[in-house]
Every structure is written in C-alpha cells, then in structure tokens.
DNA sequence: CGGCTGATTCGCT
DNA sequence: GCGAATCAGCCGC
C-alpha cells in the first residue's frame, strides 16, 4: 500500500489546541465507504471550534445537548449535526474526552468516486464539495454517522504531507453571527488558490 | 453575476 | 416562536 494512503493515527487529534490541528488537516484525506461505494477528498478548508472559550461552538459555556454530546468524546470521534433543518454538517472531534473541541471540515478536492459524488448530490452544477453541507452529502455522510469513530471501515482519515504555511490562508469563520466577539477569530484555514475552497 | 429568499428541524426562550 | 457552523433557485441588472 502506498505510504500515503495510510489511515491517520487519531493520536493527532488528541492535543490540546484544535486551532493548530484544523491546520494540521489541511492536506489530509477524508475517505468514506458507504453504500458500497468509496469516496475519498483533500481536506482543503476547516474551522475551528472550541468549546471552553468559544462562542460560535456549539458547547460553550459546557452546554450539554442530546445533538452536541459526540463533541465531548474523545479525539477522532465524528460529529454530524443537521443545521437550517436541511444540511449535515461534519466535524471532526479532537482533544481529550470531555473537552468539546471539534473542527468543522468545510471542503474537499475530490480525489476519487466522483461519479457517486454527482449521483448523490442530483446536481445540475459543478460543485461537488465546495462547502460544509455539500461535502457531507457528497461523501454519503448522514446524521447517524455522529459519535461513531473515525477509524473503521465506514469512515476514516488517510496521511498526507502537511501544507506548507505559505500555501494556508487564515480568516475568519462563516455563519457565525451570532457568536458576538469571537466573529472575528482568525479559525478559518484554507488552501491558497484551491479552487475548491467554499467561498472566495 | 450579485442579492434575496424558501426549505425544514432542532435547541433554546 | 425564532434563529441556525447552508444551498439552490429566482429575480433584476
């Protein structure tokens, strides 16, 4: 097996600071297998949200919810939310248990099963994984797929080098109005010139 | 091509 | 009841 498609060790996700492990993704590679079908994509665009500080995370303040309890396991557990009633939105768990860290993955560069991508999503356009809620459609992620651990045969996180820090574009996150000061947080990361980025 | 809006369900007031 | 870590379709320029 190619070196670089090993499975990611979830002691990655363990630390402590999910602002330096959304960047660390960058590069890395989701992989599903659903349906019977694969489906695999770079890891172009994350956010970071973390639970004791942040006010655009779901668990600030320690709130406990039957929909946000998958973010206080522990690291490499996946959390998928439904967000405006419609879009499954996938997060990625990190730090100890009991700390409700998590980076939310924003798009992908489809590497492979495109063609089940499109079928999925019932698409007219191009798009395929430029954005939080499409990317989930598109890999066949759905709402029972929160808590379960990202390590199996369902899904799962591959090895790949790391982005150079010139190639990372830091801004701030989406759709967080409501988070007050913590809007302007630098904890968006993107690739520089990836055309797959979700907003430009 | 930019801006506005409906969709649709969960969580909190 | 209202707003939400979004998207596609429609309208007007």
């Known amino acids: 097996m190619n070196e670089l498609h090993q499975k990611l060790p ?3 996700l363990e630390g402590d600071d999910v ?3 959304a960047k660390a993704l960058l590069g890395k590679i989701l ?3 659903i349906e019977g079908k694969v489906c695999k994509g ?3 665009e994350v956010e970071a949200y973390n639970g004791r500080i942040d006010k655009a995370c779901h668990a600030y303040g320690g709130r406990q919810t039957k929909r946000n ?4 396991g522990s690291a490499g557990t996946a959390y998928v939310y439904l967000c405006y009633g419609i879009h499954h939105l996938f997060n990625i768990v990190t730090n100890a248990e009991g700390f ?3 980076v939310l993955v924003r798009a992908l560069e489809p590497i492979e099963g495109q063609a089940t991508m499109k079928e999925r999503l019932l698409s007219k356009n191009e798009k395929l994984t430029n954005g939080p809620g499409l990317l989930a459609k598109a890999m066949g992620i759905t709402l029972d797929m929160t808590g379960v ?3 199996g045969d369902q899904i799962w996180l591959e090895e790949a080098p790391r982005l150079p820090d010139s190639k990372i574009m830091e801004t701030t996150r989406i759709g967080i109005d409501y988070a007050e000061e913590d809007v302007l947080l630098p904890w968006r990361f993107y690739e520089k010139g990836n055309d797959w980025v979700s907003k430009k």
């Open 149 to 151: 651990m990202l390590k």
């Open 42 to 44: 770079r890891i172009i």
């Open 100 to 102: 409700a860290d998590a």
């Open 19 to 21: 602002v330096k492990i």
């Open 10 to 12: 979830l002691g990655f």
């Open 31 to 33: 992989a599903t297998h």
């Open 69 to 72: 309890m998958p973010m206080y």
